[in-house]
């Protein structure tokens, strides 16, 4: 490979490399691919959104990301681990330490408190401490008063705050968010929004998964992707703003990409 | 800790469905609780019988005629033992203290002038209070002259007595027992103290005359039917040799030639213990089928809940596994809550059996159940292994489950 040189450089100084990454699914006789040879990097420390639509292959991304499935090609290293190849019980390790999971309907367990909801990560990595270090992630999202009770007893907004404190009780490298604010009225997601900022701010890895125009562009950088390919990697920036305010309903979708190589390379 | 976390899980969610919970369980809770229950009252009858046997003292011999039963027919001779026998074993056999001839029949007419009741008629001989330890609380026992002369004497059992005479004094008094041959006038020379049951016999319901008396006035036998006898002392040793002799007379005085069976069985209070210790195994193996076939239909309940709440609880599994719980994870959780849903089942059981037992006890009044710790710690071992075994399956499809998958299951 003629730029395995600036992969090795890229390899130190990302936190997630994608080498040719595809994602190739049997549907009777047809072969889906629902992520196509796509190369990229996220450096530590980034805010970056995924979007694209229904299809384009950002949910098969954002799991092959969060280590819940195994690419069909390339390589995946995460944090100088090469994932791609591991075993279902180092993916389960992996997953429990470096990645803390936000989903769109917050998959809190029902009739469990709060708190033992935040402590789930700390029990599958067998912690010692469970309920201080619960207690503190509740206290990062502000419910630490909410700790005794149970989903169905909170509100939408502070169900995805549990969910939040649950996914970083363990301190992870990277938070992968899936429409985390999909749920909620635009209120209470931005106040979700403003908790991911402040997280980024303390210097934890997002990574956001999102259709929507104005959540997308709460993030430094956007990747775009249709039919399993990256279509576009760029900054958030003044420009793409303006654009954006200038009418058009969506993250443009333009054709063909700017940019071969994602932005961050 | 891990185990505690799991089990208050399963307590969880079989809290939000109680009615499913206890309709998935019952099998096994009817399974211990029908197994409980009889091992309770098995294990009462037999104490009570060893009892029974412990209290006529443990160095005695019983000789009976050999009969079998072969293709559903008696075969033997029921007419083998002879008065003369149990005085040649008394003369001739070094190891025997004294020996009593017995014949017993079961109820029995015995009436004083208007009054009657039934009674157990035992022809005996004047070794019977030694033997039984079984004393006169009035007047005299039978005496060996009595034996001899085939006497008209009774002496009644202490319930006999005051259904005959209630209150008034009966020594002296005239009654009459209708025997195979016809009523006899008998003279009551003394009545027994009270003692209860000796192995299922009501000893108090029985009237004791001279065995010859019965023989002949009574029922017409030449035979009787066993005899007793007492060893030295209660060694293991003194007993087998005791009953070597006697073998060894019997078979000389009854002509036995060296190929052919002995017409008569000599047996100790140990052999006969250790038969009701058979029958109790008999009837454990029984229990235990039972007990299985009950287990089986109970694990299957145990398997059918433990699949409803894999699939109602996949998307919980996906999230779980996204959270980092490995497949063992899950499989042993699964596993925990199956075997600690067929443990309550079990101690539910183990409730029902004791109650049930108890209940029986209480109707019946004929006796104590005795519901042992081994019963409770086997029934709830076996109810554990259960859920066990029929968590594996559900427990295994839950640790299989894809995390992808799990995630979007609806």
Known sequence: MPESGDLDADLNDSLIQLNSLSKHYKMGDTVVRALDGVTFSIREGEFVSITGHSGSGKSTMMHLLGCLDRPSGGEYWLDGDLVSRMSDRMLAVIRNEKVGFVFQTFNLIQRTSALDNVAVPLFYGRKPKVREAAMRALERVGLNHRATHTPAELSGGERQRVAIARAIVNEPRIVLADEPTGNLDSRTGNQIMDIFHELHRSGVTIILVTHERDVALQAERIVRMRDGKIVEDRRVDEDLRDELSAGEQDVPDRSPPPLARPAGV | ?410
């Open chain 2, 1 to 410: 800790m891990f185990v505690l976390r799991v089990c208050m899980m399963a307590l969880r969610s079989l809290w939000i469905h109680p009615l499913r919970s206890i309709l998935a369980t019952l099998g096994v809770i009817i399974g211990v609780g029908a197994v409980v229950a009889a091992m309770a009252i098995l294990e009462g009858m037999s104490a009570r019988f060893r009892a029974g046997f412990e209290s006529m003292g443990s160095n005695k011999l019983f000789v009976t005629p050999n009969i079998q039963r072969r293709h559903n027919r008696m075969v033997g001779s029921f007419d083998s033992l002879r008065l003369g026998d149990a005085e040649a074993i008394d003369r001739a056999c070094g190891k025997v203290e004294s020996v009593m001839p017995q014949i017993s029949q079961r109820e029995a007419m015995v009436k004083f002038l208007s009054k009657n009741t039934t009674a157990d008629i035992l022809g005996a001989t004047e070794s019977y209070q030694e033997i039984s330890s079984h004393y006169v609380s009035e007047g005299d026992f039978i005496t060996a002259q009595n034996v001899q002369g085939k006497a008209n004497v009774v002496v009644l059992g202490s319930r006999v007595k005051e259904e005959l005479f209630g209150g008034r004094p009966a020594l002296g008094e005239k009654v009459r027992i209708f025997g195979l041959l016809g009523a006899r006038t008998f003279t009551v020379i003394g009545v027994m103290e009270e003692k209860g049951n000796v192995a299922f016999m009501d000893v108090d319901r029985q009237v004791i005359v001279p065995v010859t008396t019965a023989m002949e006035k009574l029922y017409g036998l030449k035979s009787v039917q066993t005899i007793v006898v007492e060893a030295v002392s209660p060694d293991d040793a003194d007993i087998e040799a005791a009953a070597g002799q006697i073998k060894k007379l019997l078979r000389q005085r009854h002509k036995i030639r060296a190929a052919q069976d002995d017409d008569f069985e000599v047996k100790s209070q140990k052999d006969m213990v250790e038969q009701v210790g058979q029958f109790q195994q008999i009837v454990g193996i029984v229990l235990g089928s039972i007990a299985g076939i009950s287990l089986v239909v109970g694990g299957i309940g145990i398997m059918n809940i433990m699949l409803v709440a894999v699939t109602e609880r996949t998307r919980e599994i996906g999230v779980r596994m996204a959270m980092g719980a490995q497949r063992t994870d899950v499989l042993v959780q699964f596993l925990i809550e199956a075997s600690f849903v067929s443990f309550l089942g079990g101690a539910m059981g183990v409730l029902m059996g004791w109650g049930f037992a108890n209940t029986i006890e209480q109707l019946t009044r004929v006796f104590e159940t005795l519901t042992t710790g081994l019963s409770v710690g086997l029934a709830l071992t076996m109810a554990t292994l259960t859920g066990i075994v029929s968590g594996i399956y559900p427990a295994w499809k839950a640790s299989r489950l894809d995390p992808v998958e799990a995630l979007r299951y609806e």
